[in-house]
């Protein structure tokens, strides 16, 4: 069975940075795109970054230039950089990585979530 284990979670004063990793481990074979959620409370669970097995990235237009997501793949292990982060940005954070077992074809698996609490 493949998991996805996520850190780097906390508190934040407005402004400041923080770092999130999500190593998935298990039978894998293969792990394609990979990507970070996020949903605030009261809201959907929205998109905030992904990164193809190839380096290629897509943001979401409100963390366009403020965060990096970037991947070690001798790891596994995904992350996103978050810099000038705002109260806006106060979230459960979620990862996502489409991985191909020795038994199964492609699917998407999802992290237990991290808190990001950004204070003003």
């Known amino acids: 069975q493949v998991h996805l284990v996520e850190s780097g979670g906390g508190l934040v004063q407005a402004g400041g940075s923080l770092r999130l990793s999500c190593a998935a481990s298990g039978s894998i074979f293969s792990v394609n795109a990979m990507g970070w959620y996020r949903q605030a409370p009261g809201t959907q669970r929205e998109l905030v970054a992904t990164?193809?097995?190839?380096?290629?990235?897509n943001y979401a237009d409100s963390v366009k230039g403020r965060f990096t997501i970037f991947r070690d793949n001798t790891k596994n292990t995904v992350y996103l950089q978050m810099n000038s982060l705002k109260p806006e940005d106060t979230a459960v954070y979620y990862c996502?990585?489409?991985?191909?077992?020795?038994?199964?074809?492609?699917?998407?698996?999802w992290g237990q979530g991290t808190q990001v609490t950004v204070s003003s």
């Open positions: 990164i193809t097995s190839g380096g290629s990235t």
């Open positions: 996502n990585a489409r991985i191909r077992t020795y038994v199964t074809m492609y699917d998407d698996y």
